[in-house]
């Protein structure tokens, strides 16, 4: 947050939506059964079990790559991604205090794994292809004790490290043709690794599993089997399934009191495996990979975590997945509340469009169009269609409680349609394409109608908003131009020039003014009449301004942009009231429900969030 933010009271963050399912074992069960833990973009959630709420801990200044719980509870550690030849951190955290305890930062450009010793006395990380290092850290003390080369020279990249169950000063690490067995050498400050001998079978190790006893490692492979070696001899035992292996590759392991194996494969299949043979006993497709399993005492808790964003909480009696948690696992492109009122909105992100109820962030319904990524969605005003511009140059009417299509609009533009809006009298649709092209359709009881295109933008057109009145609409393109245009004589009225390349336009109530965002991280007031820039306020120190959305009453106005911040403004005054916790990336979308009671943000990890509104709405 910086420094012209600090003292503005904070936005209070009601409940988020979203996983990132892409983190290998983002996915944690804390040890005392209470709490799921994992990441989304650069921030690491805290849902309780129980009844769903949430906890935040910010501290990351981009993704988080990995993340992992010691085994006392006690501390928590992520590390993230940054830009190349930057150093990428890892932090420890203090779960009781919910508190940073360490920011450890050596590794360049990714931190790959991180792991705790079995009395939480060291940490080790793994730094990604560009660093190619593994670094021990004694929690204590916040310092480095040594490091090395994680692969021997010709060797792979090291893609995952164990710890021992046992001992504080042995443990694994496996990748591109390297397996390896560390031993920590305090005295001297050094690790020395020993190879595992696996004769002629090559594999690419994608993680690894230790018995209890640390007599045996189970080491799950991109080529679909389980290797065994034992860790005394570091010689491999035993590899198998030997007939049907797992599709797309084991990317997840969890060893059961039993002995018998969970494995999560790339193909979405979590199964049930023998311990002696490694075939599959009994298994479940989910939706996309599986990277995390996280299981309670006694197997009673089993949750899964999938690429799809997905959460599934599985009982080993009927080995049923129930799923307890969706979202969406790309940049959300585009959010819609519909008209007079806040029980429910729509959010739109690569392929699908989904409806969510808003007192219990709850996935209503999915409309999935394949291989298509949705960029713009609207409500008619009647509440009886959503309209959703698609990159394959069609406009697409859905009807919001089946999700049946009902009306397709093919060529609708050329280069994508990037923005959409429906009248007030829910019989025309406004689009905007991205060759630059306004085009307005009129809606027959059986089927459509174009009535007019509007060519004098000269890039895509980012969004469109409509008049009350459905007689005049703006529209804000890349070009650098905002253009209100006559729907009656289809001609443009003003144009509003700045050097920048336009994100969004919103009309104030009354009409008589315009306000816009874009690159250029400023707000800006337009009067309608003139096109005349009325006033500027910066409204972002670092990073674009991607959307801005008014309350009903005129009185205040909401950013987010590239800052990852959400702000709430006053709209005389031209000033920030109240401002949200980083997002974990960029705001793409903010709306605010038309009783001013909820704000709705979601930015580009894929992360929805829901926060209280601090104004009422007015009485006049």
């Known amino acids: 947050m910086d420094d012209e933010t600090l003292n503005i ?5 009601e409940a988020v939506i979203g996983f990132n399912g892409y983190v290998p074992f983002g996915l944690r069960l804390h040890p005392d059964g209470k709490y799921l833990i994992y990441p989304l973009g650069s921030v690491i959630i805290l849902k309780r079990i129980e009844d769903g709420k949430q906890e935040f801990l910010h501290g990351h200044s981009n993704n988080v790559s990995c993340f992992s719980v010691s085994k006392s509870g006690s501390y928590m550690a992520s590390g993230q991604v940054n830009f190349m030849s930057t150093k990428a951190a890892v932090i420890i955290w203090n779960y009781a205090e919910r508190t940073i305890h360490a920011q450890l930062v050596l590794h360049k450009a990714k ?4 792991a705790f010793s079995p009395n939480d006395k060291y940490l080790v990380s793994l730094g990604g292809k560009d660093d190619g290092s593994i670094v021990v850290w004694n929690v204590q003390t916040k310092q480095a004790i040594c490091g090395s080369a994680a692969s021997a020279y ?3 990249h090291c893609l995952t490290i164990q710890y021992s169950n046992t001992d504080d000063n042995i443990f694994t690490s496996g990748g591109s043709g390297t397996l390896r067995v560390w031993e920590l050498d305090l005295a001297n400050r050094k690790i020395w690794p020993t190879e595992c001998r696996t004769g002629k079978l090559a594999r690419t190790v994608k ?8 007599n045996f490692m189970f080491c799950g492979t991109t080529s679909g089997d389980i290797m065994k070696i034992n ?4 010689l491999l035992n035993h590899c198998g399934p030997t007939k049907v292996k797992y599709n797309l590759g084991v990317n997840v392991l969890k060893l059961l009191d039993s002995g018998d194996l969970l494995v999560g494969s790339g193909s979405g299949t979590l199964a049930l495996c023998c311990k002696k043979t490694f075939q599959a006993l009994r298994q479940q497709q989910l ?13 009673e808790q089993l949750f899964v975590g999938t690429e799809a964003a997905h959460i599934y909480r599985l009982t080993f009696m009927d080995f049923e997945a129930e799923l307890i948690s969706t979202g969406h696992r790309s940049a959300v492109k585009d959010i819609a509340i519909p008209f007079a009122t806040s029980q429910l909105f729509a959010t739109c992100s690569e392929e699908d469009i989904r409806l969510w109820l808003v007192g219990r962030p709850k996935e209503l319904l999915r409309i999935t169009v394949t291989n298509m990524t949705c960029n713009a969605l609207d409500f008619m005003a009647d509440g009886h269609s959503i309209i959703s511009a698609w990159n394959d140059d069609k406009i697409r009417v ?3 409680e089946s999700g049946r299509l009902m009306l397709t609009i093919d060529n609708a533009h050329r280069m994508g349609v990037t923005a959409i809006a429906g009248t007030r009298d829910c019989k025309r649709i406004v689009s905007g394409g991205g060759e630059g092209q306004v085009r307005v359709w009129e809606l027959l009881p059986h089927g459509h109608r174009l009535v007019e295109i509007m060519k004098e933008h000269k890039a895509a057109v980012s969004c469109v908003k409509i008049k009350s009145d459905d007689k005049e609409c703006v529209t804000a393109s890349l070009d650098g131009v905002c253009i209100i245009w006559d729907l009656v004589r289809f001609v443009s009225l003003q144009r509003m020039i700045a050097n920048t390349l336009f994100r969004t336009a919103c009309y104030h109530p009354d009409e008589h003014q315009i306000i816009t965002s874009g690159t250029d991280r400023k707000v800006t007031y337009w009067d309608v009449y003139d096109a005349s820039s009325i006033r500027e306020r910066e409204g972002s120190q670092s990073g674009a301004i991607n959307s801005l959305h008014i309350t009903q009453d005129g009185r205040h106005f909401v950013t987010g942009g590239d800052d990852k911040q959400v702000k709430v403004w006053d709209y005389m005054l031209g000033n920030v009231t109240h401002v949200g916790v980083p997002h974990g990336a960029s705001v793409t979308c903010t709306r605010i429900c038309s009783n001013n009671r909820i704000l709705v943000s979601s930015s580009a990890d894929g992360g929805i969030w829901r926060w209280k509104f601090p104004h009422p709405p007015s009485s006049y």
Do not use: H, R, Y
């Open 231 to 234: 860790m005394k001899m570091k």
């Open 207 to 214: 993680c690894i599993e230790i018995s209890e006893d640390d």
């Open 9 to 13: 009271p904070q936005l209070e963050l």
């Open 154 to 156: 010709g060797a792979g």
């Open 398 to 400: 859905f009807g919001p």
């Open 111 to 114: 931190v790959e794994a991180v």
């Open 287 to 299: 939706e996309k990979a599986v990277t995390s399993i996280a299981a309670g005492d006694l197997g």
